[in-house]
């Protein structure tokens, strides 16, 4: 693996230990500080699959699942004053919500990637983050899933409030995953910048 795949399996690995952590804290009462983190997994992915192609970009989202998984449940056993640093129920939604979203993004980007230079990200990483927020949050908070980790059963997320504060009453979680999508989405749009600064530094090298 050269140093770019290297590079790109180191990013995607710190970014969903970072954000396993972070989804655990609020920010205000919608947003959680991994709202902020993971939405560079599509950007590390999509700049993988422009450069080296569809196999490699799947080898870099599965080294980086690998290893943040592993670094997660590491994390399980490392206990703060809060509890655990990251509960076992988080790290199991996390990864599958990584996996099947970034494998995903991988397939819808490399079937739009000879169209206009941005539709690829932005259409790959809506897809994607739709899919990671249906998955992470409903595994990570819904009841249904509570059996996962009895010890760690979340149950401030499933408080039934206004959704918004103003709408609808809907469990918490449900408010935390629409204000973290709206927020995958703003940086979406932001990450075309630096997509489009990286890709245009150097040509393909798919194999």
Not at 23 to 46: C, I, N
């Amino acid at each position: 693996m050269n140093r770019g795949l290297i590079t790109g399996v180191i990013a995607m690995a710190t970014i969903v230990v970072a954000s396993n952590i972070l989804v655990q804290f609020l920010l205000g009462s919608w947003l959680t500080w991994g709202a902020f983190t993971y939405p560079f997994a599509f950007l590390v992915t999509d700049l993988m699959n422009r450069r080296y192609g569809v196999a490699q970009a799947r080898k870099v989202v599965l080294a980086g699942f690998v290893i943040g998984v592993a670094c997660s449940l590491v994390g399980t056993q490392i206990v703060l004053e809060f509890g655990p640093a990251v509960s076992l129920r988080i790290a199991l939604a996390s990864g599958t919500g990584f996996l099947l979203a970034q494998m995903t993004d991988v397939f819808v980007f490399d079937k739009l990637r000879a169209g206009n230079w941005w539709k690829a990200p932005l259409v790959s990483s809506f897809i994607g983050s739709s899919l990671d927020t249906v998955l992470f949050f409903s595994i990570a908070f819904a009841g249904a899933f509570v059996f996962l980790d009895p010890s760690q059963p979340n149950g401030w997320a499933r408080e039934v409030i206004p959704m918004f504060g103003v709408g609808p009453e809907a469990p918490l979680w449900v408010s935390l995953a629409l204000a973290d999508f709206a927020v995958k989405m703003s940086l979406a749009l932001v990450a075309l910048g630096p997509y489009r600064l990286v890709i245009g530094r150097f040509t393909p090298a798919r194999a």
